[in-house]
């Protein structure tokens, strides 16, 4: 009896014993199963990790977009500064600083040409712009430029005709002036600025016969054109009865025949910009 309780002692102890090795054995094949499970997926993860997503922002997604070769006026005006400017501003007659002591002196003698009556001439035909030159009777769209130049000069107190400006009372003799002075430019290499002087030649000889004075420029978007402004005396078409005039031109006028610029190093610069 004792014997058998022994051995039922025994296999009682073995049972839990066997039941035990057999659960550890269990557990530590599940726990390498999973860690191989979690090892086998953390590589994946790690893969995925390492390539960009589909719609990745990063520069590894991003596609290189080869673009058509640009024509060189597209990629002149790819090369502008950003805004663009009007052909107006580009064009724009205050080009002077406003500390020069001309421009003072040039705004003066414009905005006098633009004040003058429209009719200065008497019955008789004549006029102060004449008179200041001692022919009271003459032509005198010249002499009407010259004038508001020289009223500049008594308001301001200033001697500029002579140095900036020609003094003669003829389209001819002051565009000679203006040649000899290196402040002449013909037509087609110079925009004409505020205050200069421009000349016309209605006969065609190469010579100029009539003088006015540039006011501003203006530029025609539609047309995509440039007009310079004028104020003018005693046009041919007007004359006898001669009076003063605001004219809108385009500078390829077949008339124009150029311009007697008062700074020369502006000038210069114009051309450039033809």
């Known amino acids: 009896m004792w014997y058998i309780r022994k051995m039922k002692v025994k296999s009682a102890m073995r049972k839990p014993l066997f039941v035990t090795l057999l659960t550890i054995s269990m557990i530590g094949a599940a726990t390498l199963t999973a860690g191989l499970l979690c090892r086998m997926e953390g590589v994946e993860m790690t893969a995925l990790a390492d390539s960009p997503p589909e719609h990745s922002s990063g520069e590894e997604s991003v596609a290189v977009k080869t673009l058509p070769a640009l024509t060189l006026s597209e990629a002149a005006s790819q090369e502008k500064s950003e805004p663009e400017l009007t052909a107006s501003q580009l064009y724009s007659t205050d080009y002077l600083s406003q500390s020069s002591p001309l421009y003072d002196f040039v705004e ?16 008789d035909g004549w006029t102060k712009y004449g008179a200041y ?10 002499e009407f430029a010259i004038w508001c130049i020289s009223q500049a000069e008594e308001a ?24 000899a002075n290196g402040s002449l430019r013909l037509k087609g290499e110079y925009v004409p600025r505020r205050g200069d002087l421009i000349y016309f030649d209605y006969d065609f000889d190469g010579y100029a016969d009539h003088t006015g004075l540039v006011t501003d420029i203006a ?4 047309e995509e054109t440039l007009y310079v402004l004028t104020v003018e005396g005693n046009l041919p078409e007007d004359i006898p009865n001669g009076v003063i005039r605001e004219r809108r031109l385009a500078l390829d ?5 150029g311009y007697g610029t008062f700074d020369s190093s502006a000038a210069g610069e114009t051309e450039k910009m033809l």
């Open 108 to 123: 003066y003698y414009v905005e006098l040409a633009l004040s003058e009556p429209r009719e200065p001439q008497a019955a």
């Open 133 to 142: 030159f001692g022919d009271g009777y003459a032509m005198w769209c010249t």
């Open 156 to 179: 301001f107190d200033a001697q500029y005709i002579g140095e900036y400006f020609p003094g003669y009372d003829s389209a001819y003799a002051c565009s000679l002036w203006n040649e």
């Open 219 to 222: 530029y025609d978007e539609e």
């Open 253 to 257: 006028t077949a008339v124009i025949l």
